[in-house]
Nanobody, 127 residues
Framework: QLQFVESGGGSVQPGESLRLSCTAS????????IGWFRQVPGKEREEISC????????KYAAAVKGRFITSKDRAKNTVYLQMNDLKPDDTAIYYC????????????????????WGQGTQVTVSS
């Protein structure tokens, strides 16, 4: 059973940065593509990024592309989300999870089948 622990959240002002960490444990933890999600109360959980199992291919939602960067340290079974130029709309609880299915096409990837979640980490962006 995979388990995830997210950390690094906090309260920042618009324009500032945060780096979130997602540490995975369990059998085969390092062999999955990992997605980052966020959720605001009353709304559905939103996928914002995914990184391939080897860490060489990434995808981002339009709302964060160009501001957020996901990376992976396979030796530590940890995936990071560097969040730059944060905006109030980025306020949410951030989660990570492993993709049970990945489709690779033309240098891109599509991740799906996320079914195990950590407790999340709160990010608040406010002036």
């Amino acid at each position: 059973q995979l388990q995830f622990v997210e950390s690094g959240g906090g309260s920042v002002q618009p324009g500032e940065s945060l780096r979130l960490s997602c540490t995975a444990s369990g059998y085969g933890a390092g062999n999955y593509a990992i997605g980052w999600f966020r959720q605001v109360p009353g709304k559905e959980r939103e996928e914002i990024s995914c990184i391939s199992d080897e860490g060489s291919i990434t995808k981002y939602a339009a709302a964060v592309k160009g501001r957020f960067i996901t990376s992976k340290d396979r030796a530590k079974n940890t995936v990071y989300l560097q969040m730059n130029d944060l905006k109030p709309d980025d306020t949410a609880i951030y989660y990570c999870s492993a993709a049970q299915a990945v489709r690779y096409f033309g240098g891109n990837l599509e991740c799906s089948g996320f079914d195990t979640w950590g407790q999340g980490t709160q990010v608040t962006v406010s002036s």
